[in-house]
């Protein structure tokens, strides 16, 4: 049984209010404490390491698998496996993501390596927020790995938030894309105090027809440090767009290294990074309309990171 | 009414240079003013100063009797006062529908947030859902700007060029909507603008050179460009059909 901040965490990184329908497993503490499996997906545990298998099977359409984390004691470092084999031909979303309540100091730590194999055809949505909260004392972090081979002509979607509390955070992201295989991410980043996020987005389009479309945004406050860097490979006549934008504010710091590398003279590649402050003139304007400036600059942060 | 007195503004860090000079102006409720005159003459200034976005280095500014030179925009906004910038900002994430939903406040009905989009020549259909950032030209980008003050309903809206950066087209649609704005909403309207078909819908046109509000007179008088020495001092001549600066 989950009680009242379980759900509350629960509700921040996967919109869980309840039991949700379909498939989904709840990760308690290091611990699976919740699971179901549905005709067209199977959950099972690992036996090799802490984790879970998960199969969609070849044809599944408009179903949703939850897989959330949550830690609400501190002292715990918690890794686990998580493999995924999405059918061809699937239409499949996976919500998953992690939160963190520290009822005291200490710190909480939570490394999830998932894999996943995205089948023909298939189109996957995979949705990831982080959240933290609790005792100001604590150290939370969050390590993801997230690992994608998508094969011919598959669409994979992936959005990625971390939406504040967590103190550090290393961010590992690699895809493969092959023949005309689509992905698009969306990567929203907010720290603040001296909270540290850094993320590694490594993209590699092997077929030709494959495309990539990232757009990462985050926001910088206090004195926290955000790192970004971007490896966009093309092997193929490939098209890859990576689109990178910071809001820096107070004694904030952000960078953001790229490298777009083409091995193919077919393959089109664009980086764009713009890294900038809230300007005064959005302020005014959102003045204009009767917002007090906290008022205005947090829809602007708001807007920015929806 | 809002009442200028003695109005000065001294540019950022050199309190010698004064970019408007004792300015003295009265605006009645309900007119159309458009201000004129060179670029670098001081309109911008002046429109901004109204709206506090630039405070007077001495001054009064008074709306309706009530002293409101220290307040600040949000204050001024919240009294009635509306506002569109000459190069609107650009919003990244936030859409037109957000936008309007703010400018309208509390209770913004998907209803209300078409119809005012409607009023500046827009398709709801096609522009709601869409970022108040890149990817609108600058003739949307300014209607939008249009529709933030008409969904304010303010009772003094100031209008700082808002033929500035756009097409013919895009003009016809924002002169149509200042004569509209003018005959529903009863609010008095400033506009900044070197716009013939602009300044032809004014009720009373104020030159500005200099930081000096130096003439005023009447829309045809000036279109005219000829005005009697007794009445307000001559204007110079306005090319027709063209930009004034």
């Known amino acids: 049984m989950l009680d009242a901040t379980e759900w509350a965490l629960l509700s921040k990184i996967a919109d869980m209010h309840e039991t949700p329908q379909g498939a989904y497993n709840i990760r308690k503490n290091g611990v699976g404490v919740e699971r179901r499996s549905t005709e067209n997906i199977s959950i099972s545990t690992k036996t090799d390491k802490p984790g879970i298998d998960v199969v969609v099977a070849v044809g599944t359409k408009n179903e949703s698998i939850h897989i959330p984390v949550i830690l609400t004691s501190v002292g715990i470092s918690d890794t686990v496996y998580n493999d995924f084999t999405i059918g061809a031909d699937s239409e499949v979303v996976i919500i998953a993501g992690c939160g963190i309540h520290s009822p005291g100091p200490g710190s909480a730590r939570h490394d999830g390596i998932h894999s996943f194999a995205v089948g023909p055809r298939a189109h996957m949505k995979y949705i990831e927020r982080h959240y933290g909260e609790g005792n100001e004392a604590s150290i939370r972090t969050l390590n993801p790995v997230t690992i994608i081979e998508a094969a011919r002509d598959s669409t994979v979607e992936l ?18 894309l092959h023949e005309n295989a689509k992905l698009i991410l969306a990567e929203r980043v907010l720290t603040s105090g001296s909270q540290k996020a850094a993320s590694q987005i490594t993209i590699e389009m092997s077929g030709d027809g494959a495309s990539a479309q990232v757009v990462s945004r985050s926001v910088a406050r206090d004195s926290s440090r955000q790192e970004y860097r971007f490896d966009l490979l093309g092997k193929a006549a490939c098209r890859g767009h990576i689109q990178c934008d910071a809001i820096v504010m107070d004694g904030a710091s952000v960078s953001s290294m790229p490298m777009i590398d083409a091995r193919d003279s077919r393959a089109q590649l664009i980086h764009e990074a713009a890294i900038g402050r809230i300007e005064s003139e959005q302020l005014l304007k959102l003045e204009s309309l009767g917002l007090t400036e906290k008022q205005a600059e947090a829809r602007i942060i708001e807007g920015f990171l929806a | 009414m809002l009442k200028i007195r003695d109005l000065s503004v001294s540019a950022e860090g050199a309190t010698n240079l004064k970019l408007l000079k004792d300015i003295d102006a009265t605006f009645a409720d309900g007119r159309f003013y458009a201000i004129t005159g060179p670029n670098g003459g001081g309109k911008t200034t002046f429109a901004k100063t109204l709206m506090g976005i630039v405070r007077p280095s001495s001054g009064t500014i008074a709306l309706n009797g009530r002293d409101i030179t220290d307040k600040n925009v949000t204050e001024r906004a919240m009294l009635g006062l509306g506002y569109a910038f000459q190069t609107p900002p650009r ?15 509390d209770g913004a009905t998907e209803d209300a947030v078409r119809g005012i989009l409607a009023r500046v020549g827009l398709d709801a259909r096609e522009y709601l859902d869409r970022d108040a950032g890149g990817g609108l030209s600058g003739g949307e980008m300014k209607r939008i700007e249009f529709a933030t003050v008409l969904a304010r309903k303010p009772t003094v809206a100031i209008f700082d060029e808002p033929e500035a950066g756009i097409d013919l087209w895009s003009l016809g649609y924002i002169a149509e909507a200042l004569s509209g704005m003018r005959a529903d909403s009863g609010a008095t309207m400033i506009v900044i603008s ?6 032809g819908l004014a009720d009373e046109v104020l030159y500005m050179t200099d930081g000096r509000l130096s003439r ?23 090319e027709r059909g063209a930009s004034y600066a």
């Open chain 2, 216 to 238: 005023r007179g009447t829309a045809a008088d000036f279109l005219a460009g000829i005005a009697g020495e007794e009445k307000c001092g001559p204007f110079p001549t306005a």
């Open chain 2, 194 to 199: 070197h716009q013939e078909r602009i300044i």
């Open chain 2, 91 to 105: 919003f990244k994430g936030l859409s037109v529908r957000k936008l309007l939903a703010l400018a309208l406040g």
């Open chain 1, 159 to 176: 959005e990625m938030t971390q939406i504040g509390g967590i103190e550090s955070a290393l961010r590992d992201t690699k895809v493969i």
